[in-house]
């Protein structure tokens, strides 16, 4: 299992560098390259699925919070590219 990482490039758009950093790529031999979530985001789906595993937490109100957590992050995304561009292009 090794770790991957692009060459930084002084040309690159700062986004897209703190886009690639923001993920861990991980190669595997019989999957392939499988990109990883933030760890606060594996955290979190972790303490999710632990609620789910122990019966604290019904599956279906799990996939509910999960998805809003999702778009809530997706959202977050969206807003940080905005500013980003909007800096680049200054």
Do not use: K
Request: aromatic letters at 2%; zero cysteines.
């Amino acid at each position: 299992m090794a770790v991957t990482t692009s060459a930084v490039s002084p040309r690159r758009p700062a986004l897209e560098r703190l886009r690639e950093a923001e993920h861990l790529v991980l190669e595997l031999p019989v999957m392939g390259h499988i990109s990883l979530p933030p760890p606060e985001q594996l955290a979190y789906l972790a303490g999710v699925g632990t609620l789910v595993a122990l019966e604290l937490l019904e599956w279906p109100v799990a996939v509910a919070i999960t998805a809003g957590h999702l778009l809530a992050e997706a959202h977050h995304h969206r807003l940080l590219q905005g500013i980003g561009e909007a800096l680049e292009e200054a």
